[in-house]
């Protein structure tokens, strides 16, 4: 297992969680083809993901914002080993780390009138947290915008997945990932309110 080194560099730990290049290649050029310059994304992690929207960004036309929402960073468990690595790219210009809970920051961000291109969902895994991220992210995202998931093989991911997959297609279109069903992630064609309630 690839192992990366803390902001001290006096350990290591096991890269356990990342995306892959395919994923990481694919966000990259879905941000670069489509000239996305707002891509915001909830789980920080060892910013492996947030590494490739940033240098998409800097590397744009027009260079873009990533937004990451973490609260975990500063905590024994990553000590700020996602922020250090975005660091030592040098690509933390491109980036504004928020360290707070999505289900607080997600609901401002609506109220302040936010709209993003792309919005990658890597966050808690259960239920409920994917459910309220994904409510949150269809109303922060522009028409034409991704909604991406990770880890749809965990239960609670996969469960949330399978509510917006039947709940909300006459908003979403389900689009093709290198990683399906691992990842699965969808473009918004419309703004609409509620539809009918199906089993998920």
């Known amino acids: 297992m690839v192992s990366i080194n803390t902001p001290a560099g006096s350990t290591s730990t096991p890269l356990h969680s990342a995306v892959s290049e395919k994923d990481g290649m694919f966000l990259y050029q879905l941000i670069v083809d489509s000239k996305f310059t707002r891509t915001l994304e909830v789980g920080l992690a060892f910013g492996i ?98 909604l991406y998931f990770d880890d749809n093989n965990w239960p609670g991911v996969h469960k949330a997945i399978s509510y917006f997959y039947r709940n909300r297609s006459h908003v979403f279109e389900i689009i093709e990932t290198p990683t399906y069903p691992f990842t699965v992630a969808f473009r918004k064609v419309k703004t609409a309110g509620s539809g009918p309630l199906n089993p998920f």
Request: hydrophobic residues 35%.
């Open 49 to 146: 993901s947030a590494m490739y929207m940033c240098l998409a960004h800097s590397r744009g036309e027009s260079e873009g914002t990533h937004t990451a929402i973490d609260p975990n960073q500063s905590k024994e468990r990553w000590s700020n080993v996602g922020l250090d690595n975005l660091t030592r790219a040098g690509l933390h210009t491109h980036m504004q780390h928020i360290s707070e809970a999505s289900e607080t920051v997600l609901p401002r961000l609506v109220q302040q009138g936010q709209v993003f291109d792309l919005i990658f969902i890597d966050g808690n895994h259960s239920f409920e947290h994917v459910f309220v991220d994904a409510f949150y992210s269809e109303r922060l995202l522009k028409e034409g915008g991704i």
